[in-house]
């Protein structure tokens, strides 16, 4: 992963919400939901609980949370 995926998935994390945080990284919704679901494939992990409304991350998707938030510090 690069730094570009820690600042999405922290960004994803603090806004709760992936429209705001494409917003956020001016990119578009479709294109930060493709990407976060490239991460989940490279990486075999489940970011967010099914069905999410509103935005539940997984288990697995707060671990990789956290550990964003001290990548980008």
Do not use: C
Request: hydrophobic share 40%.
């Amino acid at each position: 992963m690069n730094e570009k995926d820690w600042l999405i998935i922290h960004n994803v994390w603090h806004h709760q919400n992936v429209t705001r945080a494409a917003e956020q990284l001016f990119t578009s919704q479709p294109v930060l939901s493709y990407r976060l679901k490239q991460i989940e494939r490279k990486l075999g992990v489940t970011l967010f609980e099914e069905g999410g409304r509103p935005l539940t991350f997984s288990a697995q998707g707060r671990y990789l949370a956290q550990h964003a938030a001290k990548m980008l510090h």
